[in-house]
């Protein structure tokens, strides 16, 4: 089935562990991004990628990284966990970055930081 | 600042009681606004893609709008599974730089 899968579904971790959210699609779409939902706040944009290769910074990055070294794949790293970064993680992708690509999401991570 | 609002934050309506949600923005270069249902505990899910102040586009009972300083989504005899949260997003920005806006959302409740 066509989409996008994320790993883990959940996960609590300690604060200063270092964490890799998993993120793959197969409908070989160029752009893809991650968010961060919060309560009250709505979606933001950590990072993003327009095509394998490079990447970029959204609206709120600090304390994350990413790479895109395929089409497919795009993980996002946090170094050091921190309470603050308690959310849930939300990948997409697009087929391009232009208006007329709609983003795709997936099921999303939920991630707890103590 | 680059801003999307949305309102009401919550609704609830009986069903088939027709109503319309608002996201108004505030952006510098609009490329495009979007909306998107959300179902508890699940991804975002595309609905509509409005590009210039007039367009209007229709999926069964949902009709969303575009004037230059926001959007309608319109809500025709609403059925209890049109309950959800119902995203608003904006594409902004010069070309090489972007950015993508979303509201905090509607919670949409349809009583049966």
């Known amino acids: 089935i066509a989409g996008i899968t994320q790993a883990p579904t959940s996960q609590i971790l300690a604060a200063g562990r270092r964490m890799t959210l998993r993120c793959t699609q197969d409908?070989?779409?160029?752009?893809m991004y991650w968010y961060r939902q919060d309560l009250g706040l709505g979606l933001r944009l950590i990072h993003y990628?327009?095509?394998?290769?490079?990447?970029g910074k959204g609206e709120v990055p600090d304390g994350y990284s990413v790479s895109r070294a395929n089409t497919d794949d795009f993980p996002l790293t946090l170094a050091s966990a921190v309470p603050s970064q308690t959310s849930v993680y939300f990948c997409?992708?697009?087929?391009?970055?232009?208006?007329?690509?709609?983003?795709?999401f997936g099921p999303g991570t939920r991630l707890t930081v103590l | 600042e680059d801003q999307v609002t949305q309102s009401p934050e919550a609704l609830r309506l009986q069903e088939g009681e027709s109503s319309s949600l608002n996201c108004s923005y505030t952006?510098?270069?609009?490329?495009?606004l979007f909306w998107y249902r959300q179902d508890p505990g699940k991804g975002p899910e595309f609905l509509f893609t409005l590009y210039s102040a007039g367009e209007e586009k229709e999926k069964e009972r949902l009709k969303a709008t575009l004037t230059k300083k926001e959007s309608f989504l319109h809500i025709t005899a609403p059925k209890p599974e049109d309950s959800a949260t119902y995203l608003c997003?904006?594409?902004?920005?010069?070309?090489?730089?972007?950015?993508?806006?979303f509201g905090t959302g509607t919670r949409l409740k349809v009583l049966a």
């Open positions: 997003a904006v594409q902004a920005g010069t070309s090489g730089t972007y950015k993508y806006i």
């Open positions: 409908m070989r779409h160029n752009a």
């Open positions: 997409a992708s697009s087929m391009g970055t232009v208006p007329d690509n709609e983003q795709f």
């Open positions: 990628s327009n095509t394998a290769g490079t990447t």
């Open positions: 952006v510098s270069g609009l490329r495009g």
